[in-house]
């Protein structure tokens, strides 16, 4: 459970929010395992060896590229982030771009990276990729967001006058907690798109399929207490009699 | 001038095995694994190592003859009902708000079936001096040789743990 834990810390909620994936499959995907104790009766403790630093770039941990990244013999750099106490980027925030060629710019937050502190923001900060050269093919360019730095490349903006403002989280009288425009003191309201997944826009919106239990009905509490175990329950429905009286066994 | 090497030789190395990893303490010997003799030996089911069933329950047993015997009680019975119009299905939707129920204990599994009986039977005074009640209910006349042998029935969970 300790190791779970330490692995599931090393992505931010705000990462893997999108993607709406299990905790449980994102470790089994990301965890690569040298050794471990074979199946079957062991006479020694188990051991399992794996990585436990991972370098987290632009590629999801579930991806093919990040095991590609982090595979048994590569080494890297230890990266250096600032621990943020409370992520305040949400995808669908205005932001403002401070540093680069897009300077001045206000874009809305597209991708989260919170292990690294960097959020994209649609169509600014682009570079030009090249992509899939070969002898015949000159080539694709994509157009690929960078990532940027929240701590101090990018600015929340205040949406009642549209300039980047510093911020702080406060509470309303009702209990929540809100972002607060320092300068203005305007609430900066958490943008729809926040609860957004690759599923669903929102939870309300989403269409229910054939094979989803529907909401009406997971809510309902069907359970009545009774004396019974749930196989003396089924044997009752069904019609099943047990009649037969066991012999006595006896313990030495 | 370089002479082409037209005797096509094939060589089996032998170095290589010897500088491999010989790490046998990890080593499960399943069933086709393990020289011959340890595969006689693992015959007899007297034997320290058995043969490894890999998870799989017997049906049966052998008998002195080395025939099978069938135990039908050990055939397993999957009773599956009909779900046709059932409401729940294997997954479940987005939208669906977060259900918070308390901890179902014995306590509570107590106070459905037995106490509404106790606190009647109090109030109308239909207990004897010793506490036990005058009218007892099917659940109140059961003795523990009535109750070892439901334990022993089909349908416990006594010694099973949902299995």
């Known amino acids: 459970m300790r190791l779970t834990q330490i692995l599931l810390s090393k992505i931010g909620k705000y990462s893997k929010d999108f993607s709406n994936l299990p905790d449980r499959y994102i470790n089994r995907a990301m965890e690569q395992v040298e050794w471990k104790n074979p199946k079957g009766i062991q006479y020694k403790a188990n051991t399992v060896l794996k990585r436990r630093k991972f370098k987290m770039g632009m590629h999801r941990p579930w991806t093919a590229q990040f095991r590609e990244d982090n595979s048994p013999g590569v080494s890297h750099d230890k990266v250096w982030v600032e621990p943020i106490r409370k992520w305040s980027f949400f995808r669908g925030d205005r932001v403002e771009v401070l540093v680069g060629k897009d300077k001045g710019k206000q874009g809305i937050v597209k991708q989260i990276f919170q292990e690294r502190n960097w959020v994209t923001v649609e169509g600014l900060n682009c570079v030009l990729e090249k992509m899939g050269e070969r002898k015949d093919f000159a080539g694709v360019y994509l157009q690929i967001e960078k990532p940027l730095l929240v701590t101090n490349q990018v600015a929340l903006v205040d949406p009642s006058d549209l300039e980047a403002t510093p911020f702080e989280w406060r509470f309303t009288e009702d209990g929540e907690e809100v972002r607060v425009s320092t300068r203005t003191g305007r609430i900066i309201p958490m943008p729809p798109s926040a609860e957004e997944t690759i599923d669903y826009k929102t939870k309300s919106t989403y269409k229910e399929q054939p094979k989803d239990t529907r909401a009406d009905d997971v809510v309902q509490i069907t359970f009545e207490p009774q004396l019974k175990t749930f196989e003396m329950d089924i044997m009752e429905n069904i019609g099943i009699k047990e009649d037969r009286i066991p012999p006595k066994s006896y313990w030495y | ?163």
């Open chain 2, 1 to 163: 001038m370089s002479c082409v090497n037209l005797f096509f030789k094939r060589g089996i190395s032998t170095s290589c095995a010897r500088y491999g990893k010989r790490n046998f303490r990890k080593f499960p010997l399943f069933n086709k694994r393990g020289s011959k003799i340890f595969k006689e030996q693992r015959k007899d089911p007297n034997y320290d190592l058995p043969h490894d069933k890999r998870g799989v329950r017997d049906i049966g047993y052998n008998d002195q003859d080395g025939k099978f015997v069938l135990i039908p009680e050990k055939v397993p019975e999957i009773i599956v009902p009909d779900l046709k119009d059932f409401p729940l299905k294997p997954y479940v939707s987005y939208r669906t708000p977060d259900v918070i129920q308390s901890e179902f204990t014995a306590q509570d599994l107590f106070n459905v079936v037995y106490a509404p009986k106790i606190a009647k039977d109090f109030q109308e005074e239909k207990l004897n001096d010793d506490g036990s009640p005058v009218e007892p209910s099917p659940e109140e006349l059961m003795t523990s040789e009535e109750a070892r042998i439901k334990a022993e029935q089909t349908g416990t969970d006594l010694f099973t743990q949902g299995c």
